[in-house]
């Protein structure tokens, strides 16, 4: 008789939970600005007039001001999900002041900023080509959005930290187009969001570790 006996260790996999749809809203949000009378200053708080609060992006030609806004996100509950294949960044426009028909463009940029010290010389500066565009028309009152599945896929992939900036797609000093976009720490309502959709009827799957199983007991009998 002789018996065999062999212990394997296996990695189990466990199911996590599918989320096909995910809304993610702003962690920190802060606007950015040059020209004659903001020129890199900080705008949180927005001491010049505490009423006039928001995400500025645009051009404002009688003032020689330009304006971008950085928006940062939390991605780490994206994590173990199964592939994003959507992404849109919404925001709400509160008040345009001047032409809505300027396009402003989304990029990914760099996470290394804080709402208290972010300033337009020490911005982390767009990434690449545009994530994408949104021609407008745009008006107050209304939410805005642009695809960023790309920036989500890569940050994801990576430090799970997201960062877009929105910047005026012809950016000049004589054009009058100024947003006020949301800013999250003003409000209760209304604060940018991502919304992401992830590949749907597909379970991610997590390695939990090595799990020791009895894998094989073998009895071979000696025949008579
Ligand atoms: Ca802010
Ligand atoms: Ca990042």
């Not at 040059?34 to 505490?50: A, I, K, M, Q």
């Amino acid at each position: 008789m002789m018996r065999l006996a062999a212990v394997v260790a296996l990695t189990m996999l466990v199911a996590v939970p599918s989320l096909a749809g995910v809304t993610l809203t702003v962690e920190r949000d802060e606007a950015v600005c040059r020209g004659s009378e903001y020129d890199n200053v900080n705008l949180h708080p927005y001491t010049y007039d505490p009423n006039d609060t928001g995400l500025h992006v645009g051009s404002w030609s009688s003032m020689d001001e330009i304006a971008r806004s950085y928006l940062a996100f939390d991605l780490s509950p994206l994590d173990g999900q199964p592939s994003v294949v959507d992404a849109r960044m919404y925001v709400y426009l509160k008040e345009l002041m001047g032409t809505g028909a300027e396009p402003i463009d989304a990029y990914l940029a760099g996470d290394s900023w804080t709402e208290t010290t972010i300033t337009w010389n020490n911005a982390p500066p767009p990434v690449g080509a545009a994530l994408d565009s949104n021609g407008g028309p745009f008006a107050g009152g209304q939410w805005f959005s642009w695809d960023v599945t790309s920036a989500v896929v890569s940050q994801l992939a990576g430090d799970k930290a997201l960062t877009v900036v929105l910047r005026e797609e012809n950016e000049s000093f004589s054009i009058h187009s100024w947003k006020y976009f949301v800013e999250e720490e003003h409000t209760t309502t209304n604060k940018a969001y991502l919304d992401v959709t992830c590949a749907p009827g597909l379970p991610a799957f997590a390695l939990v570790g090595a799990v020791p199983i009895i894998g094989c007991v073998a009895r071979k009998l000696r025949r008579r």
